[in-house]
């Protein structure tokens, strides 16, 4: 089961945190840039390979600390084409540093548009015969406010294909109560019952360390919840947004662990990108910042769940 790959190489590197490749060109060094530009122009073929570079010296920097990555897919899309060619590259980049990746894409459609989906991101598309990879993700993000129509296309793929996904629970986000905090007619809240679905549609994916192929995305921010989901969706591996720039801290993040410090990965996207503004380095020094963030990163949460066992 994918999840079980993760979690191997969390133990492994005794640390519980993916780092989140959401690039700007803003965030972007002039000196990348200013090369890339002089080779294709200011153009979006220009702009994605400034991203890619961005990307992969980070990388080099990171994968033998860090477990995974999580690319957001809208921050390649914005750069057309070229952009999403970007992100299959940082995507193929990653894997053959033996990271996991987790697509960021909280794609949401049901039938044969989400089997499109689940193709495209996790599975291998059919071309005259030849199944080929289209981006090759062993994770993605999905919402699961369809119903099942909208997961059960994916599960199919996971199975033959040793993939995962994480489903929206409980955002981050500051307004995600006023839809997911709202009580049922049996006094469940709606993030609760979607947890419950994801204990459901997991009992098909298995894994070894007692967490299913079906993940949930659990905000940081909302200490209190996560705790409660943590109980509540004890085969459920959570993926956690809201560390560092949202506010949320090793002492929330904590409560998404079980007893052995298993069954959450952390996520900093902005704090390891952008670190090199914290630590007084020049922006030519931003891979070698963000190594030094995702190591202070990795110790602030091991402070407070401890070392991490099997």
Request: hydrophobic share 40%; glycine share 12%; net charge negative.
């Amino acid at each position: 089961m994918a999840f079980d790959r993760l979690i191997e190489n969390i133990i492994s590197k005794q640390n519980p945190t993916v780092a989140g490749l959401d690039p700007k060109l803003d965030y972007v060094p002039a000196s990348i840039k200013n090369a890339c530009f002089a080779e294709y122009g200011k153009t979006l073929e220009g702009a994605a390979e400034a991203l890619l570079r961005f990307n992969t010296a980070i990388i080099d920097q990171i994968h033998d600390i860090v477990p995974a990555i999580k690319p957001q897919a809208a921050y390649y899309e914005m750069y057309g084409w070229q952009g999403v060619r970007a992100l299959a590259q940082t995507i193929a980049y990653a894997k053959d540093k033996g990271m996991f990746v987790i697509t960021d894409g909280k794609r949401n459609d049901i039938g044969t548009t989400m089997e499109a989906y689940a193709t495209a991101h996790l599975g291998t598309t059919d071309v005259a015969g030849e199944a080929v990879d289209a981006f090759g993700a062993d994770a993605l993000t999905v919402n699961g406010y369809l119903g099942s129509d909208g997961i059960k296309p994916l599960l199919n793929v996971c199975k033959a294909k040793d993939k995962g996904i994480f489903v929206l629970v409980k955002t981050s986000n500051p307004s995600s109560g006023e839809l997911q905090d709202l009580q049922l007619t049996d006094g469940v809240s709606v993030y609760e019952q979607m947890g419950r679905m994801c204990e459901s549609w997991g009992a098909e994916l298995p894994g070894k360390f007692g967490y299913s192929g079906v993940g949930a995305v659990v905000g940081a921010t909302y200490p209190g919840q996560l705790a409660e989901m943590r109980e509540k969706a004890p085969h459920t591996f959570f993926l956690v947004p809201g560390y560092g720039a949202q506010g949320g801290g090793a002492n929330d993040a904590k409560n998404a662990f079980d007893k052995n410090g298993l069954g959450a990965v952390i996520n900093s996207s902005r704090g390891i990108m952008c670190a090199w503004k914290k630590q007084g380095l020049t922006e030519d020094d931003f891979a070698v910042a963000a190594r030094n963030e995702a190591i202070r990163m990795k110790e602030d949460i091991l402070s407070v769940i401890g070392e991490i066992k099997d």
